[in-house]
């Protein structure tokens, strides 16, 4: 009976064992996917950015008839501006994101839940994800020139640039505002969930 006991002991001790290894490679394979998606959608902005810096030619003439509606120089200046920032938070993002899968792979049979790797865990984390937070501020801000550069300034009252900036912004806000504050949860819960 006690040899019975303790061998019942023995088998679930080591049942634990190989759960916990399992829920580790569970946890990295979910940062993982996380990261894949993050890069994913970094190069879909990045694609963007490239279109963006395509229509910065001088001397174009906006789509509305008055000549004091055409962007001057300036405008094409700062959208270049802005889609070089864009594309370098873009990659800025993208490589800690390909780093961070890196290190978990390198220190995969190690324990994911200890300070250390937390704390390089949600730094890492942090740093991709507000790279592509600021990435889509700037992509946004080029954007609004591009629309005066295609359909008029804003300057000129031109009713269809403001309904395109308008709508741009209005939606880009709306996206933010729902994945700022639930990456910045996701990733605190990352850092100070306790299993």
């Known amino acids: 009976m006690v040899l019975e006991d303790q061998q019942h002991q023995h088998l679930s001790r080591s049942g634990e064992k190989e759960e916990a290894p399992n829920k580790r490679l569970d946890l990295i394979e979910i940062y993982q996917k996380a990261l894949d998606d993050l890069v994913n959608v970094n190069s879909l902005f990045t694609i963007a950015v490239f279109v963006g810096l395509s229509l910065a030619h001088p001397g174009e003439h906006s789509l509305e008839d008055r000549t004091e509606c055409d962007a001057d120089p300036d405008v094409a200046k700062r959208l270049v501006v802005f889609e070089v920032i864009s594309f ?108």
């Open 88 to 195: 370098a938070f873009f990659l800025l993002s993208s490589l800690v994101a390909k780093t961070l899968k890196v290190h978990l792979n390198v220190y995969r049979q190690k324990n994911p839940r200890t300070i250390k790797f937390k704390i390089i865990r949600g730094s890492m984390l942090l740093l991709s994800a507000w790279g592509s937070i600021f990435g889509c501020v700037f992509l946004t801000m080029s954007m609004v020139d591009v629309i005066q550069i295609k359909v008029g300034k804003l300057s000129c009252g031109s009713v269809y640039a403001f309904r395109a900036a308008g709508s741009l912004i209005a939606i880009v806000l709306l996206a933010l505002g729902i994945y700022v504050p639930f990456m910045m949860h996701a990733i605190y819960f990352s850092m100070t969930h306790r299993e």
